[in-house]
Nanobody, 125 residues
Framework: QVQLVESGGGLVQAGGSLRLSCAAS????????MGWFRQAPGKEREFVAA????????WYADSVKGRFTISRDNAKNTVYLQMDSLKPEDTAVYYC??????????????????WGQGTQVTVSS
């Protein structure tokens, strides 16, 4: 059974940092793209960042480029989202997701096969 479990959310002041973690289990993800999405109240779920678990490509939304970094630790089967220079508009529930690499459209949440439960990130001004 595939499980993606996010952690690391919380309350932070604008300009601060948080690191989200996504612990993955239940299958081998080497042929998957791991993505981070977020959803603010009243808004659609939006793409934040993604990377090939096997290494190489990374993708970022323009709104987070230069501030957020996606990475992974193979030994821990964990994907991270380092978030720096946080802004109030980054406030949302953040979700980890996985999609099979072949034919993946990394920015489209409807294409993803597996999802975590989400973790709340709140940035105060």
């Amino acid at each position: 059974q595939v499980q993606l479990v996010e952690s690391g959310g919380g309350l932070v002041q604008a300009g601060g940092s948080l690191r989200l973690s996504c612990a993955a289990s239940g299958r081998t993800f080497s042929s998957y793209v791991m993505g981070w999405f977020r959803q603010a109240p009243g808004k659609e779920r939006e793409f934040v960042a993604a990377m090939r678990w096997g290494g190489g490509n990374t993708w970022y939304a323009d709104s987070v480029k230069g501030r957020f970094t996606i990475s992974r630790d193979n030994a821990k089967n964990t994907v991270y989202l380092q978030m720096d220079s946080l802004k109030p508009e980054d406030t949302a529930v953040y979700y980890c997701a996985a999609v099979y690499l072949r034919g993946a459209v990394v920015s489209d949440p409807l294409r993803y096969d597996y999802w975590g439960q989400g973790t709340q990130v709140t940035v105060s001004s």
